[in-house]
């Protein structure tokens, strides 16, 4: 059985670290909400359940989100806080110790960053929480996870380098003429 509840992790893994290197926020939404209901799972099987709480939540809100964003609209504070507010709630019921809690700060971060239409806001989140999770998934025993976690904050490192490597090579084209009008030599 921990053969197959591992597996179920790198499946949800993949998925999640693979939704990183998309470019458009409605694909990377897409991605993490297939990758989400495997987490759930994997969590479940292995009694996490503040992350199964968590995760649960996180489907609801990349699932709103994608709807919303979908209608071509922005996606309003209020929605933002009741998702707070949930995990905040999730957080109490599914309290066993400090590094419960853990899930709960790392989702509200992953939260905050979907909320943004900034993809580059979303990888520095994505990155930061990678770090938070390879600590949980030690303690808990999602080991396959850990592995993924670093793989997410590798492949979030990768993406800021990608994509801001590509802004810096169209600001220099269009900067190609001094101040004076001629073309740079």
């Avoid at 509200?108 to 909320?115: A, D, K, N, P, Q």
């Avoid at 800021?160 to 600001?171: A, E, T």
Wanted: net charge positive; proline share 2%; aromatic share 12%.
């Amino acid at each position: 059985m921990n053969i197959v509840i591992q597996l179920i992790g790198l499946i949800a893994m993949v998925a999640w670290v693979s939704s990183i290197q998309l470019n458009k926020k409605d694909k990377i939404l897409e991605l993490q909400i297939i990758a989400s209901l495997f987490y759930a799972v994997h969590y479940g099987l292995l009694d996490a359940m503040s992350a199964v709480g968590v995760t649960i939540v996180s489907i609801i809100r990349l699932t709103t989100i994608y709807i919303i964003e979908k209608k071509g609209k922005t996606v309003p504070v209020y929605v933002l806080l009741i998702f707070m507010a949930m995990l905040v709630g999730v957080g109490v019921i599914t309290y066993t110790g400090p590094i419960s809690v853990l899930p709960i700060i790392i989702t509200m971060i992953y939260t905050y960053c979907t909320w943004q239409k900034n993809t580059k806001v979303i990888r520095i989140g994505f990155f930061c929480a990678g770090w938070m999770w390879i600590l949980y998934n030690f303690t808990v025993g999602a080991y396959v996870l850990m592995i993924g976690n670093a793989l997410e904050v590798i492949s979030s490192t990768v993406s800021f380098f990608r994509f801001d490597k590509n802004k810096k090579d169209v600001d220099d084209k269009n900067n190609t003429k001094d101040n004076w009008g001629s073309d740079k030599k």
